[in-house]
């Protein structure tokens, strides 16, 4: 599978060149190798619009490690990102309470998707032995072979070979479909019964946030609920989570005023009406995949980040869970040099799949604890309890939030680590 001559670079296929694709051909290069990045889109950086999903995203220590290895955390997150400290909840009543993420000093970053994605793409640019080849889509792979087809533009085939193909072309991933040809692969999907809509609140007429921007907004309502993230020019990209049956139910711009009147009346003036009915009927809700696989890799191919495994939004963990993979994969490389292939993909596979199941479960577990949880007594207690035990002994009582969001400790002991305490505390 790999040169046993470890002088030879090795040719590295990206294919997907999103948030974690870009961040892969960055470590690929620096470790030397010739990199050719293979995206279906155009290059984002010469388009208008970008369309897909999320405007912004929640980044945190993961994501954070994984950017300072290749130099760009800096760029990221200290010239760009937007620190938020707590979550505010908004009450029916339009009265609001914050919740603090971490000890004092501890936050996570809003961040741009399409700059960060810009920021990594210009990163990888720079590397003298990294090519990109937009709007290529791949459409069939030889995974012992390490062959793959293409349609670019004009819709002619493009072939290519690489010593690793590494699938990074998200959710639907293609590369993950030649995964599933072959004996002894497992794959899980499923979608859950919620939807979400991207809507915006705008900057006031003064140019200022709207809303406390140290926060990210969080209108819980039982089964569904609405969250903001502040955004670089003073605007909140919102996100509207609900049953589909509950999107279909709103069918003019009357029944909607209404729902926001009885459900969000806070949010209405913070939106304004025109925009809000503008924007919801402009676009159709999108639905939310959770996806786990294994093994990660075959032949001479490796999945990362969402190709691996899709998760709900509602821990933000996602991005920062796939650039994990590559810090994690990197350390591998490491460990068991770039001429060993056939012991660094299984070792990683073996290593990083418990990881990512354990926290596809965690963010479906997050989902009820945002929409529902966070109104409770019970667990507003918990949190106090649990952050008074971690103020007294800060490395023996970890909460399970701040394990996740705030450290490096691997996902699957996150959940052993709260498992753990609950036994304490019922003892
Ligand atoms: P993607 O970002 O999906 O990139 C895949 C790339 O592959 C794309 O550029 C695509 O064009 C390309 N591609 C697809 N098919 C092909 C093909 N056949 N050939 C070539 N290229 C192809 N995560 C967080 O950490 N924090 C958050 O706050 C957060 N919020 C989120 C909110 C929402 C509403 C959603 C839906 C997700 C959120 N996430 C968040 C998750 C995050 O968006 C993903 O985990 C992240 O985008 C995964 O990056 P990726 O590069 O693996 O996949």
Redesign the pocket.
């Known amino acids: 599978m790999t040169s046993q001559d470890p002088q030879k670079k090795l040719k590295i296929a990206v ?8 961040l892969q051909a960055c470590y690929m290069a620096k470790r030397g190798h010739q990199v050719e990045l ?4 155009d290059d ?1 950086r010469t388009m208008e619009h970008v369309p ?3 405007i ?5 220590i993961r ?1 954070r490690s994984a950017l300072r290895e290749v130099g760009l955390e800096d760029e990221i997150i200290k010239n760009h990102g937007l620190p938020m400290e707590a979550r505010m909840i908004h009450r029916l009543d339009g009265s609001t309470y914050q919740i603090p993420y971490g000890k004092k000093g501890q936050c996570i970053y809003s961040v741009g ?1 399409r700059f960060v ?1 810009e920021v990594l793409l210009n990163a990888a640019e720079k590397l003298p032995n990294v090519s990109f080849n937009f709007s ?4 069939n792979s030889d995974l012992d072979k390490g062959t793959m087809t ?1 349609t670019n533009k004009s819709g002619e085939l493009v072939e290519a070979q690489a010593d690793l193909i590494l699938g ?8 993950r479909k030649q995964f599933m040809k072959r004996p002894r692969f497992n794959y899980q999907q499923e979608y859950i019964p919620c939807y ?1 809509l ?1 809507l915006c609140i705008p900057p006031t007429a003064s140019g200022n946030f709207a809303m406390n921007p140290k926060c990210l907004h969080i209108w819980p309502r039982g089964s569904f609920m609405m969250i903001a ?1 502040p955004n670089q020019d003073a605007s909140w990209t919102v ?1 509207l989570f609900m049953p589909h049956d509950k999107f279909e139910a709103l069918t003019t711009p009357e029944e909607l005023l209404a729902f926001f009147k009885t459900h969000y009346p806070d949010a209405i003036p913070l939106i304004g009406k025109d925009r809000l009915v503008k924007d919801f009927f402009a676009i159709k809700p ?1 639905g ?1 995949i959770s996806v786990k696989c294994y093994p990660h890799h075959a032949g001479k191919a490796l999945l ?4 691996a495994h ?4 509602f ?9 994990e993979d590559c810090l994690v994969l990197n350390e591998f490389l490491n460990q068991l040099g770039d001429h060993n292939l056939e012991k660094v993909l299984p070792a990683y596979t073996e290593h990083r799949h418990v990881d990512a199941h354990a926290i596809c479960d965690l963010a479906l577990y997050n989902f009820i604890e945002m929409r529902d949880l966070v109104n409770r007594f019970s667990f507003l207690a918990r949190k106090r309890f649990d952050n008074t035990m971690h103020w007294l002994f800060p490395n023996w009582w970890v909460p399970l939030y701040t394990s996740v969001t705030f450290s490096r400790m691997r996902y699957h002991l996150c959940i052993e680590n709260k498992k753990w305490q609950d036994r304490v505390r019922q003892n």
Do not use: W
């Open positions: 294919v997907g060149g999103g948030l974690v694709g870009s293979y995206e279906l889109r984002i897909g999903k999320s912004n995203l929640a980044m945190s994501g998707r994605n290529h889509k791949l459409v293409f990074t072309d998200g959710a639907y991933s293609a590369v979400y991207e993230l996100t999108s939310l990362l980040g969402d190709a899709a998760m709900v939004p821990y933000g963990q996602g991005m920062n869970c796939g650039f």
